[in-house]
């Protein structure tokens, strides 16, 4: 196991890391772990397409290349390898790198089912190797100070909330082979889109306990649902309502939680800063909330650098890197709770998706029902 100190005191060497899948959300990873270059060695990538990897190689200078994981194990060595492959890849690779002793940070969604994230959960070290989920909005300042405000009670009780991803895609952004299909995008918009905003939902809420949904394919031709609407219910009373849409013009990602002395909103599309929070006092707590807000954390924005950042500090320390599976599982059980209620009609409990649950193996379970 690494620690960020040698016993002689000296900080540990710079985590190795290496990128396998070296198309879009590959960059966003190599940007941000360049801008930490004391604490990382970039060391390797791989890419199935040759044209792929070659070009991000040459943007990035990176010469040690290679065809699939299990050569860039091999020849590489990493502590930390970022998995920024379609979704329907992510199983195997992180197995293959936790089998090495190298931790993993998947792309979301995690994997396809829950069944394929409780694996990967399993085949963990307790003391490392890890697989830690890009969800990178739970790390932006202000998502980490309305966290703590809310855990703190000092807001009072959360009552109600509205999580709104209503975004746009045009019918050729699904030319893209793995887009658009349960066998290898795990789901539509609930799955690949809005689990964003649900996992920050779900940082701030805690645990569901409820969720009735519906599911709907309105506009676009694919195999899963377009758009999606769940209410789902928190283990502290809460209730929220969902939208997850890929068919909305006027695109927007939007969080307000509604508790006892504030209410919280958050109005963004594809990440955050400080200034897209607000915070409105109840009558009586002006002063009180306004000091509370105005206290914590400030001048982050969400991102993946700021989500790296807090996973290369825990590998460098040896220790478990965030989002852990177990909350990432949460997430996810969200994820199939909504195709589960949507296509048996009826709510659902996240102990109804279980291993004898169809859901628990394939986000469509025994098969959609629009
Ligand atoms: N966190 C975010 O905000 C965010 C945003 C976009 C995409 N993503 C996620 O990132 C992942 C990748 O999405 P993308 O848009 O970068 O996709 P992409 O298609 O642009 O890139 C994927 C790359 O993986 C390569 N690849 C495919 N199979 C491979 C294999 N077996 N071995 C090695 N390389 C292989 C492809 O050749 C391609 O270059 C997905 O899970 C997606 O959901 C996350």
Redesign the pocket.
């Known amino acids: 196991m690494r620690t960020s100190q040698r016993p002689d005191g000296e900080p540990a060497p710079p985590v190795r890391a290496a990128i396998?899948?070296?198309?879009?959300?590959?960059r966003?990873h190599i940007e941000a772990l360049h801008s930490m270059p004391d604490q990382v060695e970039i060391v390797a990538a791989?890419?199935?397409?040759e044209d792929?990897?070659t070009s991000f190689g040459n943007r990035y200078g990176l010469d040690a290349r290679y065809?699939?994981?299990e050569e860039l194990l091999r020849g590489a060595s990493p502590d930390l390898v970022h998995i920024?492959?379609?979704?329907g890849?992510?199983r195997p690779?992180v197995l293959a790198c936790l089998d090495t002793g190298a931790t993993a940070l998947v792309?979301?969604?995690p994997a396809l089912s829950l069944a394929e994230v409780e694996e990967m959960a399993a085949a963990e070290g307790e003391r490392g190797p890890w697989v830690a989920t890009?969800?990178?909005h739970r790390f932006g300042s202000a998502a980490q100070r309305a966290r703590a405000l809310i855990e703190s009670g000092e807001l009072g009780r959360p009552l109600v909330a509205v999580c709104h991803t209503t975004w746009f895609r045009e019918q050729s952004y699904f030319d893209?082979p793995?887009r658009g299909r349960w066998e290898t995008?795990g789901g539509g918009p609930t799955m690949?889109h809005g689990i964003?905003q649900m996992d920050l939902l779900t940082a701030l809420l805690g645990d569901w306990v409820e969720v009735s949904a519906s599911a709907h394919q309105q506009a676009r031709s694919v195999a899963t649902e377009d758009v999606s609407l769940a209410r789902v219910v928190f283990a502290n009373g809460a209730v929220a309502s969902v939208v997850n849409s890929l068919v909305s013009p006027r695109e927007e990602s939007y969080i307000r939680i509604d508790l006892e002395r504030a209410t919280i909103e958050l109005t963004h599309l594809?990440g955050y800063g400080d200034d897209d929070w607000r915070v409105t006092p109840a009558p009586g707590f002006e002063e009180r909330v306004t000091a509370a807000w105005k206290a914590g954390e400030a001048g982050v924005n969400s991102g993946?650098a700021a989500q790296l950042g807090h996973v290369v500090a825990a590998v460098r320390a040896g220790t478990a890197p965030p989002v852990t599976s177990a909350e990432s599982l949460r997430t996810m059980r969200l994820v199939a709770g909504i195709y589960a209620s949507a296509f048996q009609r009826r709510p659902i409990t996240p102990t109804d998706l279980g291993p004898g649950s169809p859901f628990h193996g394939r986000m469509n379970g025994d098969g959609p029902r629009w």
Do not use: R, S
Not at 20 to 26: C, D, P, S
């Open positions: 396998v899948g070296t198309g879009n959300i590959a966003l791989a890419d199935a397409d792929t990897l065809g699939d994981v920024c492959t379609p979704p890849m992510h690779q792309e979301k969604p890009v969800f990178q893209v793995w995008e690949g964003h594809y993946h």
